[in-house]
């Protein structure tokens, strides 16, 4: 690496640099074990059955189905897909591609 391309920053800066760096990775690329049609899902069963229950149906930390509901984790997700799956509610349960194990 050529020595011009190297700044000292703070973990803060380095941070902010991500994004119009093209090293940030949201969504998918981000989350190794959930797809966006998982967290569609997940969040179609918000309120249905308990977050453990989620969590373990796909695998995942109760954790991460909260920061989902809270729209800490998968942020970058419009209002108009989490409306969507919303309304759909019923979809998941009936046509999941993960069983309650």
Do not use: C
């Not at 959930?34 to 179609?44: F, P, Q």
Request: hydrophobic share 35%.
């Amino acid at each position: 690496m050529a020595p011009w391309h190297l700044s000292w920053k703070t973990p803060a800066e380095n941070s902010a640099d991500r994004e119009p760096h093209g090293t940030l990775r949201h969504g998918e690329a981000a989350a190794k074990k959930l797809t966006a049609e998982d967290v569609e899902e997940i969040w179609a069963l918000r309120g249905s059955e308990p977050q453990r229950v989620t969590a373990h149906r796909f695998g995942i930390s109760q954790t991460m189905v909260s920061r989902i509901y809270r729209r800490k984790a998968w942020a970058r997700w419009t209002d108009e897909h989490l409306s969507r799956a919303t309304a759909d509610r019923g979809l998941a349960s009936a046509g999941s591609r993960r069983e309650a194990a």
